[in-house]
């Protein structure tokens, strides 16, 4: 019913920058949440950033705070991450995800739609 696929991922060193990417389509939502999860090798997936669609709330994980900015453009039905300031512990695949429930979610399993992932890897 809902498909999400995200771009924009990369290889970039320490201090620069990228802006991702996440494209919906399929059944609308009238009110509804989408953000971004992230996982490193080994490691459990842990919530980034999102943003509720009506009401522009955004939430941000600690560690990401001052340095990446969740936006979204409704006509594209797209949302962004902007990562300024990109550290080696940020390399991670990258998940958009979109829940109907919780939109301050910050758990996996409160989410109901996923993306494919993206690869962002920041170099020392």
């Known amino acids: 019913q809902v498909q999400l696929v995200e771009s924009g991922g990369g290889l970039v060193q320490a201090g620069g920058s990228l802006r991702l990417s996440c494209a919906a389509s399929?059944?609308?939502?009238?009110?509804?949440?989408m953000g971004w999860f992230r996982q490193a090798p080994g490691k459990e997936r842990e919530f980034v950033a999102s943003?509720?669609?009506?009401?522009?709330?955004?939430y941000y994980a600690d560690s990401v705070k001052g340095r990446l900015t969740i936006s979204r453009d409704n006509a594209k039905n797209t949302v962004y991450l902007q990562m300024n300031s990109l550290k080696p512990e940020d390399t991670a695949v990258y998940y958009c995800?979109?829940?109907?429930?919780?939109?301050?979610?910050?758990?996996?399993?409160?989410?109901?739609?996923w993306g494919q992932g993206t690869q962002v890897t920041v170099s020392s």
């Open positions: 995800a979109l829940t109907t429930r919780y939109s301050s979610s910050t758990y996996a399993s409160e989410w109901d739609y």
């Open positions: 399929g059944r609308s939502f009238r009110n509804y949440a």
């Open positions: 943003i509720n669609w009506t009401t522009l709330r955004t």
